[in-house]
């Protein structure tokens, strides 16, 4: 694309920024095509091909809203627009603590992080930022546009594509003008407190072939979750030992007792930096910065109260990510190339009440944790026994890609690039108890009952490319594929310590973790040559390494490894029958790497498939009227199932095959002036196609020594509701100097299971069906807006999430829930 073209382009987007739009409008799309069109009658284009192409000429399944959408719509995170995507599920713990899925792909129990990737990728621009431990929950202010890729898309995005792609697509520096912008907001939480948000940006022109966009932002959002006062008691009936001084097994949470507790506040900005070199080359430097710090937590037991907890030490989490990235556009030839670099850094610290474990074990011992296990303190007496859990996460993404593209206007047309990735993460778990005895902790760590010290390492190598040809001017076949290489590694340290002076030798309760099966020189272990020599941890911050695997070359602890290769396609035909109707079939692959378990004895688990065989249209039958939809069966190969284990350490294991059928539509009409409606929709059934085993069994019998049954054939998939609908009206009119409108949202989820084991499903309990609705009225003159807003105003409790503190605390579940009824203002000045 030549700069001309790029200025006339930018010159569009900073004309719309200021108004609402379900997707950018960029270049004219091909006569023979009629053109997606939005509410204002500009030209949809998306880039889900990996070019600059008419929504209505890519034979993709997408959803794209824009920056008028987003705005008219008040969504600034992922929740937020998550629900406008019909193929889109989630679980989420809390802000910045997300897990997402696409078109039913979801065993549940991921989002650990020594977990299985992600089977969505999410990108910002043209960089990836999926990471491991939750989805980045990149603040939505001045994007251009979300696209949402349901379905495999392994062919040009790679690994963490498997089930679909989420791409944040942010404004770009215009070298024309100066402008900016200014919004505000305070609202009110129903049962809770106020919070607010305060936006903005500036694009500065710096030179005929330079410009600067700025962009800074900062959003509190108010708790409505009350730490209620609570008792536990623990059974000291019997106690091994004397009680510690002041102890008597009742605890309380007096000091902690606080309404509102859970807040939220999201600082940061974003620069991007636009220098058109000649009229070929392009370089797009850029930079984000974005701070989350969360207290309390965001699910409340139904057992206390609505919208309340009792919690016994405090929970807080605080997230900070910086990402370089670097974009290179230019021509080689008449061929465009592009060239993609990021580095993304992104720690996370949190602390998290740990009683509900305490409790459970204490109810599972008879006579209680005091008779049965060694809580005491140094001098033996016998001492509270609740855990508090101070933890982080060091997270590093380093991605290149190198592509060129041939032109697009040829009958045959060709994709094709390099890709290199490389993540790692740092990982830190303290479990604490206050007072335990030095010798009942972990080795060097006075009370710390557990610790897991381990730096996990993917990398991804791959080699990718589509051909498009026209066989027909209406009938175009594509063809795609991608080779693909994984390596995976895991080394450090995780467990209980071991008392040096004798019995108990692995700390509390435990027999086969930690200090006990660290390596010692010669390569046995701490457990069977207790006078060996411990080797020093490979991981700085743990006591040893028993995680890992023993080099008798150099006599140190290499990492457990998990590498391999394989090939993942796509082959799409497309028919354009008449102007305004396009019809495709794909048949397309997608993967996630295999990779390995951090209880050591647990084999490595291997890469699972998706195949996907889709049927779908887009038609434009007329200006203002657009009508995409798709049919789909996707078959999942023996999925990485992933659940809590003994001692509550996650584990993973190829579980069964599965079979999801579904059909996704979304409309856009605009049936007279000022008046725009939206609607999108989805139905998915996803079901096993074999028993599910408590270990692997590729018979699926589940018969042998400790083996059985977790979920029988024919269970359904967890997390995805059957049905997911939303629909948007908005109608504006000039009224004298301004544009008065009013907006209305729906939005409809079904009931979905919890856990795809049968057990833990009915411990949790399905997530019900929930139905929001969010209004606004508002003016837009010149240069102001000004809006009133209520959002869920039903005050539904829109349950998004269940979930459990340990694999044991069957008694204590915890609902996360959409926020309640939210009113407010919002107001903006642009420039």
């Known amino acids: 694309m030549h700069v001309t073209k790029r200025h006339a382009v930018m010159a569009t987007l900073m004309a719309s920024a200021a108004v609402t739009l379900p997707a ?25 091909q990996k070019r600059e192409e008419n929504l209505q000429d890519v034979p993709v399944s997408i959803q794209a ?8 719509l008040n969504i600034s995170n992922f929740a937020q627009y998550s629900q406008l995507l019909p193929s889109v599920a989630f679980q989420s713990a809390q802000p910045g603590v997300t897990t997402v899925y696409m078109r039913g792909v979801a065993s549940g129990g991921d989002g650990n992080h020594s977990g299985s990737l992600p089977s969505v990728g999410v ?38 594509s498997q089930a679909g792609t989420i791409r944040i697509i942010t404004n770009k520096p215009d070298l024309n003008d100066f402008s900016g912008r200014i919004d505000g907001e ?90 058109d070199l000649d009229d070929s080359w392009t370089v797009t430097p850029t930079v984000i910065y974005q701070q989350m710090k969360s207290k ?78 060694y809580f005491q303190n140094a001098a033996g007496q016998t001492i509270d026994s609740r855990q508090y859990v101070v933890a982080s996460d060091h997270f590093k993404k380093l991605s290149q890609e190198f592509r060129v593209a041939s032109p697009q206007d040829e009958r045959f047309r060709v994709v094709a690039g390099l890709f290199y990735q490389r993540q790692s993460n740092l990982i830190h778990q303290d479990y604490q108890v206050a007072n335990l005895a030095p010798d009942l902790s972990v080795n060097g760590f006075a009370g710390t009952l557990w610790l897991t010290q381990q730096h996990r390492v993917d990398k991804d190598y791959a080699m990718f490319g589509e051909a498009s040809f026209d066989i027909l001017p209406n009938l175009t076949l594509t063809a795609g594929g991608r080779a693909f290489i994984y390596d995976n590694t895991l080394i450090g340290f995780y467990g209980f310590g071991r008392n040096p002076n004798g019995e108990p030798y692995n700390g509390v309760g435990s027999g086969g973790t930690g200090v006990a099966a660290c390596f010692t020189n010669g390569g046995g272990t701490v457990r069977n040559n207790p006078g060996g020599t411990v080797i020093a941890p490979a991981v700085a911050g743990g006591p040893c ?37 396009l019809l495709y079939g794909t048949w397309s692959r997608g993967f996630r ?61 190829n579980g069964s095959n599965a079979r999801i059928k579904g059909v996704e539509a979304d409309l856009n009409w605009q049936p007279v002036d000022g008046l725009s409606l939206t609607a999108s929709g989805s139905y998915t059934d996803a079901k096993t196609r074999n028993n599910i085993c408590n270990a692997a069994d590729a018979t699926f019998a589940c018969t042998g020594e400790d083996n059985f049954i977790l979920a029988p ?55 019900d069906d929930y139905t929001t609705a969010n209004l606004s009225i508002g003016a837009d003159f010149t240069r102001f807006t000004l809006e009133l807003f209520a959002q869920n105003v039903t005050d539904e409790r829109a349950e998004l999430s269940r979930y459990q503190a340990c694999s044991v605390c069957n008694v204590r579940n915890y609902t996360v829930v959409a926020t309640p009824r939210t009113i407010g203002i919002r107001a903006g000045a642009k420039f």
């Open 24 to 48: 950018q409008a960029q270049e004219t799309p091909a006569a023979d095509t009629a053109p997606a069109i939005d509410d204002e009658g500009d030209d949809i284009i998306v880039t889900a």
């Open 65 to 72: 809203i824009g920056t008028r959408r987003l705005d008219q």
């Open 123 to 160: 990108y910002l621009d043209e960089q990836p930022v999926t990471t491991i431990g939750g989805t980045l929950d990149v603040h939505v202010y001045d994007i251009a546009r979300i696209e949402s890729l349901a379905g495999p898309q392994g062919t040009l995005y790679g690994a963490s």
């Open 186 to 275: 305070l609202n009110t939480v129903a049962h809770g407190g106020q919070g607010g948000k305060l936006e903005g940006y500036v694009n500065l022109p710096l030179a005929d072939m330079m410009a600067l966009r700025v962009v800074g932002f900062y959003q509190r959002d108010a708790g409505y979750i009350d730490n209620v006062p609570g008792t536990r008691r623990f059974d000291v009936s019997a106690p091994a030992t004397p009680l510690a001084p002041g102890y008597t097994g009742t605890v309380t949470n007096a000091g902690l007792v606080k309404d509102d507790f859970n807040t939220n506040e999201v600082y940061g900005g974003r620069a991007a930096l636009k220098i």
């Open 296 to 373: 309390g937590i965001f699910g409340y037991d139904k057992t206390v109260g609505d919208l309340q907890v009792q919690r016994f030490f405090p929970d807080k989490r605080r997230e900070r990510f910086v990402q370089a990235a670097l974009t290179i556009e230019g021509k080689i030839g008449n061929w465009d190339a592009t060239y993609a670099g990021a580095y993304l850094d992104r720690t996370t610290h949190s602390s998290t009440d740990y009683t509900d474990y305490a409790e459970a074990y204490d109810s599972f011992y008879e006579g209680g944790v005091a008779s049965a296990l």
């Open 545 to 581: 390494t028993d995680l890992g695997v023993y080099n008798y070359s150099t006599g140190g602890v290499d990492p457990k490894t998990a590498d391999g290769q394989g090939f993942t396609h796509r082959l799409n035909l497309t028919w354009k029958p008449r102007d305004g109707l």
């Open 593 to 653: 790497p295999g990779g390995i378990n951090r209880q050591g004895t647990l084999p490595p688990y291997d890469p699972d498939y998706l195949t996907n065989y889709e049927i779908g249209f887009k038609t434009t039958p007329f200006p203002g009227l657009r009508f995409n939809g798709a049919i789909y069966m996707q078959d999942w190969k023996a999925f990485q199932f992933s659940f809590l284990g003994l001692n509550s350490l996650t584990q993973i294991q």
């Open 713 to 767: 054939k024919g269970t359904r998939l967890p997390i995805t509701p059957k049905v997911k609908l939303n629909a948007t009206a908005r109608y504006a009119v000039p009224v004298g100097d301004f544009k008065a409108y009013v907006q209305g949202l729906i939005a409809y989820q079904g009931s979905a299971s919890t856990d795809i084991r049968v057990v833990p499903a009915a411990v949790l309990g399905r997530l």
